[in-house]
Every structure is written in structure tokens, then in C-alpha cells.
T-cell receptor, first 118, second 109 residues
Framework: GAVVSQHPSRVICKSGTSVKIECRSL??????MFWYRQFPKKSLMLMAT?????????EQGVEKDKFLINHASLTLSTLTVTSAHPEDSSFYIC??????????????FGPGTRLTVT | KNEVEQSPQNLTAQEGEFITINCSYS?????LHWLQQHPGGGIVSLFM???GKKKHGRLIATINIQEKHSSLHITASHPRDSAVYIC???????????FGKGTHLIIQP
């Protein structure tokens, strides 16, 4: 089956620093990748959608200058949290979709990254 | 924007019981996903449905497009089924998924 990895799985950083999270599709081409975040005891929320080679589309209320997304290749998307603050502490999950595969609605989830900003 | 409602929010049952988790959504969709999230946070995709019914082992998922409703059933439940089960839909103008709040299931031995 299709596998998506995320790195790191857990990261602690200090306020004001930047953190980069990688999302990789290991055995398929991810034409579209999604970034979600989940606060404790809350549902997942879509942050942004990225297509390989183009700018990400951000959901309303998500600051694009704070959450930089780069989908430079068909197997890698990165999310950089810039100038992190404690309120950015959350669980970040990516998912990937191969739009050339049928059915195209299938999404494969990464294991998530827990970010703690101190 | 789609609104996704799940019920129940919490469910505790005895091992062996038949479990049903419900999901309803407000606007038409292209696909509905059932996901499982364990305490560590990782998400496993259980089913993706656009119509009818799917079965995988002890898990069964059904969807009624006209009624905008889906159910996830677990037969012969086991403590290892304890997890949060999340319904998510694609549609209503969004490319990404819209998630329900999840159902926290505990199966007691």
C-alpha cells in the first residue's frame, strides 16, 4: 500500500525559532498534498493544499507567511513554522493523494508531527 | 462548507459487542473516509466510500448518499479496537477533507 512518512515525529523548539516538517510519499507520486493540524481533543483542520510545482492554497485564517509550504517534488512537501509561538504547539499531519490513480479521492496519511514550542 | 457530525462522541462497550458509529454531513460529497486515530496520534485510513458498503475484516462501512449519512460498524469488538474513529468528507467545494470531531471508543475486556 501507499506509505507517507513525516519527519520529525516530535520536535520541541524555543519561541521565535523556525521549524521545518517534511512529508514524503515513499512509493507513489503525490500530485497533491494536504497539511492538517489538530489541537488537543479537537478535530483535524485543513491548513493548506499544495500541488507539486505551484503555490499552496491556504484555508481562511491560516497565515501563509507563518506557515510556509513548499511542494518542490512529487514525493516531498515541507511545512515550515516560522517564528514559532507557544500557540503554534499542535499535532501536524500531512496527507498525500495521487491524482493519476483511480479512485482519485484516496488520501494517504503521514504519522504526524507533534510540535511543542516553549 | 460541509458540516460533519458524528455520534456518539464517546462510547464504552464490552468486548464482543457490536459497535455502530454514525456520521452525517450537510452537503453533497465525492467521497467519505473513515479514519482511526490511536493515542499516539497516527492516523490509519480504514475506508473510503462514495456509495454502498465496504467490508474489511470485522469492520463494515456503509453510506447513504441520499440521506447524507454513513455508519461504521465493528463486529465482535476487541480492546485493541479502542481508538478515536473519525469521519471525514471531501466535497462541498473543498479539495481537502472536512473532519468530524471523532468518536472516542473504549472496549473493555
Amino acid at each position: 500500500g501507499a506509505v507517507v512518512s513525516q519527519h520529525p515525529s516530535r520536535v520541541i523548539c524555543k519561541s521565535g525559532t523556525s521549524v521545518k516538517i517534511e512529508c514524503r510519499s515513499l512509493d507513489f507520486q503525490a500530485t497533491t498534498m494536504f497539511w492538517y493540524r489538530q489541537f488537543p481533543k479537537k478535530s483535524l483542520m485543513l491548513m493548506a493544499t499544495s500541488n507539486e510545482g505551484s503555490k499552496a492554497t491556504y484555508e481562511q485564517g491560516v497565515e501563509k507567511d507563518k506557515f510556509l509550504i513548499n511542494h518542490a517534488s512529487l514525493t516531498l512537501s515541507t511545512l515550515t513554522v516560522t517564528s514559532a509561538h507557544p500557540e503554534d504547539s499542535s499535532f501536524y499531519i500531512c496527507s498525500a493523494r495521487d491524482d493519476l490513480r483511480i479512485p482519485t479521492d484516496e488520501q494517504y496519511f503521514g504519522p504526524g508531527t507533534r510540535l511543542t514550542v516553549t | 462548507k460541509n458540516e460533519v457530525e458524528q455520534s456518539p462522541q464517546n462510547l464504552t462497550a464490552q468486548e464482543g459487542e457490536f459497535i455502530t458509529i454514525n456520521c452525517s454531513y450537510s452537503v453533497g460529497i465525492s467521497a467519505l473516509h473513515w479514519l482511526q486515530q490511536h493515542p499516539g496520534g497516527g492516523i490509519v485510513s480504514l475506508f473510503m466510500l462514495s456509495s454502498g458498503k465496504k467490508k474489511h475484516g470485522r469492520l463494515i462501512a456503509t453510506i447513504n448518499i441520499q440521506e447524507k449519512h454513513s455508519s461504521l460498524h465493528i463486529t465482535a469488538s476487541h480492546p485493541r479496537d479502542s481508538a478515536v474513529y473519525i469521519c471525514a468528507v471531501r466535497g462541498g467545494g473543498a479539495d481537502g477533507l472536512t473532519f468530524g470531531k471523532g468518536t472516542h471508543l473504549i472496549i473493555q475486556p
